[in-house]
């Protein structure tokens, strides 16, 4: 499988194998956000549980990894995008509860 997987994706590969720790937490983390906004924008996914517990988690990783790099702008940012999400989950949880 792996030999398939490389034939297929050899500069993705090479892309991931060549990165640190932060670089790789940062990248699933910007992903993560990047998938739900994507997903939102195409209505493939509702601003709901799963829309603020991606943006929530992405958020969360790519804080950690500006964290690990010294970067604190945005350390900020990010640990201010994740209270944002975490705030919207809540509101959506307590919304479901009620209904």
Not at 17 to 45: P, R
Not at 68 to 73: E, R, T
Request: net charge positive.
């Amino acid at each position: 499988m792996h030999a398939i997987a490389w034939t297929i994706f050899p500069g993705v590969f090479r892309y991931f194998c060549g990165m640190q720790y932060n670089d790789i937490i940062g990248t699933i983390g910007v992903g993560l956000i990047l998938v739900a906004y994507f997903c939102n924008t195409f209505n493939l996914l509702k601003e709901g549980k799963s829309f603020f517990v991606l943006n929530a988690a992405g958020a969360a990783l790519a804080c950690y990894a500006s964290w690990l790099i010294d970067y604190w702008p945005f350390v900020v940012l990010e640990a201010v995008w994740c209270v944002v999400s975490v705030v919207g989950l809540t509101r959506v949880g307590r919304k479901v509860g009620i209904e």
